[in-house]
């Protein structure tokens, strides 16, 4: 687990983010497009020739490895790669978390790109999400990162592509390990829940500058 300072301004993210978001939304478009259409080869040929053109042109000037995980001297953090969050990651639904006391609750749109079985979620999408969710509870709870040690998903029954709502609620801590709860629901109620050990790490790269964002926050 990796964190960078980057010392930018709330205004310098807006600005990157109203350029990425609508771009990544789009490719989020393309990608749902890509499984669906029905038009015949030639268009999908032409199709494949167009998105390889904008690649190259995208790679000219690109980070190595992933995007990372950069934070602001406030502590605002902007992990755009994230798989389940991303604000960059196209694959990302993306998971808008929202934090209360000790409770962690976000909603979704899953469509064709997270299917498993026909017309039904694919489970590790799911667990994919109650990960996230999972370390963003403890994380915020207790306001130091922490890493999923083990999660633990009973599947109860299938979840239905389209809206899903995910809740998560720290249980308990003991010294370094903070116990999550996990639900999932579709449209007709709960279809998955886990329970999470979160572990904060002893030591991480970026930690000092955690720490001292942390102890600046007022
Ligand atoms: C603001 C930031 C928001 C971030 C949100 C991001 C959410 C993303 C969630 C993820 O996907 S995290 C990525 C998936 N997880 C990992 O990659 C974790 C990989 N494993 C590790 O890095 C280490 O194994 C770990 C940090 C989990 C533990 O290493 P430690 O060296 O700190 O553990 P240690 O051996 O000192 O054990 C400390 C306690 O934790 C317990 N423990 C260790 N590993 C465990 C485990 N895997 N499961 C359950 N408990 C575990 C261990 O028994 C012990 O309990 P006791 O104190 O009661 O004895």
Same mark, same amino acid.
């Given at each position: 687990?990796?964190?960078?300072? !980057?010392?930018?301004?709330?205004?310098?993210?807006?600005?990157?983010?109203?350029?990425?978001?609508?771009?990544?939304? @789009?490719?989020?478009?393309?990608?749902?497009?890509?499984?669906? @259409?029905?038009?015949?080869?030639?268009?999908?040929?032409?199709?494949?020739?167009?998105?390889?053109?904008? *690649? =190259?042109?995208?790679?000219?000037?690109?980070?190595?490895?992933?995007?990372?995980?950069?934070?602001?001297?406030?502590?605002?953090?902007?992990?755009?790669?994230?798989?389940?969050?991303?604000?960059?990651?196209?694959?990302?639904?993306?998971?808008?978390?929202?934090?209360?006391?000790?409770? @962690?609750?976000?909603?979704?749109?899953?469509?064709?790109?997270?299917?498993?079985?026909?017309?039904?979620?694919?489970?590790?999408?799911? =667990?994919?999400?109650?990960?996230?969710?999972?370390?963003?509870?403890? @994380?915020?709870?207790?306001?130091?990162?922490?890493?999923?040690?083990?999660?633990?998903?009973?599947?109860?029954?299938?979840?239905?592509?389209?809206?899903?709502?995910?809740?998560? !609620?720290? *249980?308990?801590?003991?010294?370094?390990? *903070?116990?999550?709860?996990?639900?999932?629901?579709?449209?007709?109620?709960? *279809?998955?829940?886990?329970?999470?050990?979160?572990?904060?790490?002893?030591?991480?790269?970026?930690?000092?500058?955690?720490?001292? =964002?942390? =102890?600046?926050?007022?």
């Amino acid at each position: 687990m990796e964190f960078r300072l !980057e010392d930018i301004d709330p205004d310098e993210i807006e600005r990157r983010l109203a350029v990425v978001e609508p771009l990544t939304d @789009s490719v989020r478009g393309l990608i749902d497009a890509v499984i669906r @259409s029905e038009v015949d080869d030639a268009v999908l040929d032409r199709a494949r020739a167009r998105i390889d053109e904008i *690649t =190259a042109e995208l790679r000219v000037h690109q980070k190595p490895g992933g995007y990372g995980t950069p934070f602001t001297r406030d502590l605002r953090g902007m992990p755009w790669g994230n798989a389940a969050t991303g604000l960059r990651n196209p694959i990302a639904p993306p998971l808008r978390p929202e934090h209360g006391a000790g409770v @962690s609750t976000g909603s979704v749109h899953l469509g064709a790109a997270y299917e498993g079985p026909g017309g039904l979620v694919h489970g590790g999408v799911l =667990a994919l999400l109650m990960d996230q969710l999972v370390g963003e509870c403890a @994380s915020t709870i207790v306001n130091m990162p922490h890493f999923t040690g083990t999660l633990t998903v009973r599947y109860l029954r299938p979840t239905k592509l389209g809206r899903v709502d995910l809740r998560a !609620e720290v *249980t308990g801590t003991q010294d370094r390990k *903070t116990f999550v709860h996990v639900e999932v629901r579709d449209r007709e109620g709960v *279809t998955a829940d886990g329970e999470a050990i979160m572990i904060r790490p002893k030591d991480f790269p970026g930690r000092d500058e955690v720490l001292a =964002a942390i =102890a600046r926050t007022p």
